[in-house]
């Protein structure tokens, strides 16, 4: 069995990392998928009371459970038999890399351009850095 990382991130460029993740399933591979979700690091948290700090994480975790939901749906749809799905907070690139020894997947599946802001305008972001930090194959789709 072929275990697959899919990041997601509710951006269009995850949904079709998950449906090239489906189409794999549909020429007879046999695979088993987790989906995982990262909530970035706030790059500062400043003069944030405690209260604020964990509305804001609080925030992230409804966030992620949204999105995971609606990949899982996604997969689910296009056949895939999905592992518990997986959440990180941290750096998305460090967390994606973390999460894949962690669970000794196989591969790796992602959008080429997420939900990231300034730093997802270029192929060079999130993308390449869990391509070069990656130990398993890396699935790319634009």
Excluded: F
Aim: glycine share 8%; hydrophobic share 45%; proline share 4%.
């Amino acid at each position: 069995m072929l275990k697959i990382l899919i990041a997601v991130d509710g951006s269009e460029h995850a949904d079709r990392a998950v449906d090239a993740v489906g189409a794999m399933v549909r020429s007879s591979l046999d695979v088993e998928a987790t989906l995982l979700c990262v909530s970035p690091e706030p790059l500062l948290y400043g003069g944030y009371t405690l209260a604020t700090i964990e509305k804001i994480e609080e925030d992230q975790k409804k966030q992620q459970t949204v999105i995971l939901a609606k990949a899982a749906e996604r997969a689910r749809a296009q056949g895939l038999k999905l592992a518990e799905p997986a959440r990180a907070h941290g750096v998305i690139a460090n967390e994606i890399v973390r999460i894949a020894k962690d669970l000794q997947v196989d591969q790796i599946a992602m959008g080429t351009r997420g939900m990231g802001a300034v730093g997802s305008v270029v192929l060079g972001s999130v993308a390449q850095r869990v391509i070069h930090q990656s130990p398993v194959p890396v699935l790319l789709v634009k």
